[in-house]
């Protein structure tokens, strides 16, 4: 699974502005809610529910927010890049600039862990975290999270 299968250019939000972790989570949701045919306030529910078991900031100003959803057709993701880092209860303790959402069916264990892994491995590669947070262009941030990073793992 590529994140150009999950991640659709649309789905990329750059430069959000956001002052707490239940803005951006309600931002994302509102961003995925069309594309997934689900409701916002499903969707935002869902994250909401998931992070009070833990935080998914998982450190370096990095947030994988996700859940499951009912009638869900597939792994779907959205991206934000905030304009200002916000504090998010991340395990290290430092705020979140970056965070990508990811929702998948209800039932579907395999492609959500999947999808969980591969956002974690393009995530954990510092020169793309670098470049991410050096660009303020949407195109350029689905560029940088898709093609640009599977054709360099691909050589």
């Known amino acids: 699974m590529e994140?150009?299968?999950?991640?659709?250019?649309?789905s990329v939000i750059a430069c959000a502005k956001v002052s707490s972790k239940r803005q951006l989570l309600q931002l994302l949701a509102d961003h995925a809610a069309a594309p997934a045919d689900a409701s916002a306030q499903d969707i935002f529910d869902?994250?909401?529910?998931?992070?009070?078991?833990?935080?998914?900031?998982l450190g370096n100003g990095i947030?994988?927010?996700?859940?499951?959803?009912?009638?869900?057709?597939?792994?779907?993701?959205?991206f934000a890049r905030l304009d200002r880092a916000i504090d998010f209860d991340a395990v290290d303790d430092q705020p979140v600039d970056l965070a990508i959402m990811l929702l998948a069916p209800m039932g579907s264990g395999a492609d959500h862990l999947k999808a969980l892994s591969r956002v974690a491995r393009v995530l954990r590669d510092d020169r793309v975290v670098e470049?991410?947070?050096?660009?303020?262009?949407?195109?350029?941030?689905?560029?940088?999270?898709?093609?640009?990073?599977?054709a360099h793992n691909a050589a």
């Open 3 to 10: 994140l150009s299968d999950i991640l659709a250019k649309e």
């Open 46 to 57: 869902t994250l909401l529910e998931r992070e009070q078991l833990g935080s998914t900031g």
């Open 63 to 78: 947030a994988i927010p996700h859940g499951k959803i009912a009638g869900l057709h597939g792994v779907t993701a959205v």
């Open 131 to 150: 470049e991410l947070r050096d660009t303020r262009d949407a195109g350029k941030l689905y560029e940088i999270l898709t093609a640009r990073y599977e």
